[in-house]
């Protein structure tokens, strides 16, 4: 059976390959430290299941508006407003089918054959791939140590064509970096006078360390934010997800999602009505992943893993292996196998530093990063 070219170029996700072959291992009775993917080890906050149950019992199961209850819309605008003392109308809020969902409807919508996307290289694989489904160009800029991990304005000025569409991460899957928000403008600036957009991810701003971060939204209106509930939340099986957009976008991509999602899952919206109203034990899973990564830190340093820039946000380590002259895929089947211990190649981020970094996601218990990284010291021993 013949598969379409686009088919053909969208390249693996090499984590939840890994994810699965360690699943496997366990399901033979193997021990595995999972490092690899990034999910949150939490159960999803007690409120929010009860809204779930009582969601199921009063039958809130058949389809729902397109955009998503109004309830919810409405809950996310309260949460901009007390959070970040901004203004976002409901209408321009569109509840989505997990993040994933948001950035398809936005390819749909933003992106086709002779428009271009431009990305971080390392950044997120999956951004790619939606802009492949669309048939249109990518772009990679590459970024390291020396700019914090982050596109810089001259990098897209200095493009001789577009880009139709940035998207970056903030903070960054798979650096952890932190964007500052003056680079957000000036990069807001340069896109808009080539008539692109700006879009920002902004899963993770509800986890970072040692510094606040305010919504993209507070630079220009006109910059796109996607967020979700599945990384602070530790809701990622719920698929639910939003973006806020400027407001002649919301019927376009209301189009494109009544075709491909019909709506978004009704019962997770119900109970993420609740979800802003958890304080107290979302910023208990903050402090927890504060600790972990004040913990994995050292130690991988210790370890000889190079890590020149200490990730401030998100729940991951980027970090260099060349003192073991091995290749990142090489080196992370090796450390499943050998080690019992699942990381994640470079390959899956990008081709810049593909081949000499692995990414460390501390979304585990403290106890299982310290039994990981045991494993590691002794197994890097014979490598």
């Not at 009063?58 to 959070?83: A, C, D, M, P, V």
């Not at 976002?88 to 969902?101: A, D, M, R, Y």
């Not at 048939?135 to 990098?155: C, F, H, K, L, T």
């Not at 919206?269 to 609740?274: K, N, T, W």
Request: proline share 5%.
């Amino acid at each position: 059976m013949k598969v379409t070219k686009r088919a053909e170029l969208i390249t693996p996700f090499y984590v939840m390959e890994l994810l699965e072959k360690a699943k496997e291992m366990e399901a033979r009775g193997e021990d595995i430290i999972h490092m690899e993917v990034g999910e949150p080890d939490f159960t999803m906050p007690q409120l929010v299941k009860e809204e779930a149950i009582k969601a199921i019992i009063s039958n809130e199961t058949y389809y729902t508006h397109s955009l998503g209850i109004h309830e919810l819309r409405q809950k996310i605008s309260t949460f901009y407003k007390k959070s970040e003392g901004i203004s976002v109308s409901p209408e321009c809020i569109v509840i989505t089918s997990g993040t994933s969902g948001a950035f398809l409807l936005l390819a749909a919508v933003l992106l086709e054959r002779g428009r271009t996307l431009a990305l971080s290289d390392p950044g997120y694989p999956c951004y790619r791939n939606f802009a492949l489904l669309a048939d249109a160009d990518v772009i990679s800029i590459p970024v390291n140590a020396e700019s914090g991990y982050q596109v810089m304005p001259d990098q897209i000025a200095n493009l001789r064509n577009g880009p139709d569409v940035l998207i970056i991460c903030n903070p960054s899957n798979p650096t952890g970096s932190i964007y500052h928000e003056e680079t957000i403008a000036q990069l807001h600036e340069i896109i808009s006078c080539r008539n692109g957009v700006l879009v920002v991810d902004e899963i993770y701003r509800g986890l970072t360390y040692g510094r606040t971060l305010r919504t993209a939204l507070h630079v220009n209106r006109d910059i796109i934010v996607v967020n979700g509930f599945s990384k602070t939340h530790a809701m990622t099986g719920w698929r639910l997800g939003w973006m806020v957009v400027p407001q002649e976008l919301v019927r376009p991509i209301q189009k494109v999602a009544q075709n491909v999602f019909i709506s978004p899952p009704s019962i997770a919206q119900h109970a993420a009505v609740h979800a802003f109203d958890v304080s107290e034990y979302l910023e208990e899973m903050r402090t927890t992943y504060e600790e972990r990564r004040n913990f994995i830190l050292p130690r991988l340093k210790n370890l000889g893993f190079t890590v020149p820039i200490d990730p401030e946000g998100a729940f991951y380590v980027y970090a260099g292996i060349g003192k073991w002259g091995l290749d990142s895929m090489r080196f992370v089947e090796r450390a499943l196998v050998e080690a019992k211990v699942a990381i994640t190649p470079g390959y899956d981020f990008g081709s810049y530093m593909a081949r000499s970094h692995v990414r460390f996601s501390y979304a585990n218990s403290l106890e299982r990063l310290k039994e990981g990284c045991n494993r590691l010291e002794n197994w890097l021993q014979t490598v």
